[in-house]
């Protein structure tokens, strides 16, 4: 399989309340997307390296090119999904499959790209890495006394069957793209609630296979989960 791999790293971090977009935040002594992308580069999984950055951002395009000029960059958009349309848009002919992976997830270790790749190569036309849930998860919903709190459990589903899933995540290319064509008629409300790209596959009716994920491959969100990923980076373990 002729395999490309898109990296997003086009978000504008809120939530980490750093005011620079979250790919460019300092981890050890690099920003996040190198990290990611020594670690794509690192696993061999795919053909090429395509990087969706901000609109404008020169500091990580440089940071592609200084790890590779091979390295296709890409201006993202204002959802995820969008920033992996684009990139979808810009591929070169002849590629079979892509691995979509979060510039967030900066030490997904290479065990993880070897069980997605493998898995498109077994004949996966959809694959995503995946780790059981240790909390208990409450579906919510409006309390019905909003006095006391806002919110009420609505129900508790089975925690054996939940899984807290991750990138990179790898699609047959046609099956990719005609499911992101058609997310193109959503509305804002249904693009916003695009959280990954095997959820467009999947309402097609796309078997999405699960392989194992890591912990080590923890996304990047709060400030917490940075100084998580510094520990992590110094331990014995990654
Ligand atoms: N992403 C992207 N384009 C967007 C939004 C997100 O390429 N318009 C990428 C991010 O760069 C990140 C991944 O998608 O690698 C997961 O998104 P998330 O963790 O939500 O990152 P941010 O959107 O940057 O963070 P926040 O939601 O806190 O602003
Ligand atoms: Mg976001």
Known sequence: L???????????????GQGQPKAQATLGAEP??????RGVLAARVGQLVCVVVPRGDTELRAVCAGIDPEIITV????????SVGNALAVLPEGMDAV??????????????????????DAGA??????????????????????????EQVHSTPQREELRAVQTPQGFDLATLRTAHEAATMFDDAQAAAITDDAMLV???????????????????????????????LEGPAA
């Open 99 to 120: 691995l979509v992976h979060d510039a967030a997830r900066p030490l997904t270790p290479e065990e993880v790209f070897h069980r997605v790749r493998n898995a498109l």
């Open 32 to 37: 996040l997307l190198a990290h990611a992308l």
């Open 75 to 82: 201006d993202g958009g204002s959802t995820r999904s969008d």
């Open 202 to 232: 999947e309402s097609r009716g796309v078997s999405v296979f699960l392989v194992r994920g890591s912990e080590l491959s923890l996304k990047i969100t709060t400030p917490t989960d940075l100084l998580i990923a510094e520990a992590l």
């Open 125 to 150: 036309k959809a694959v995503i890495p995946a780790l059981a849930v240790v909390d208990t998860i409450k579906r919510a919903q409006p309390a019905a006394d909003p006095g006391i709190a806002p």
């Open 2 to 16: 002729r395999v490309a791999v898109i990296v997003v790293a086009a978000g504008s971090g809120e939530r980490l």
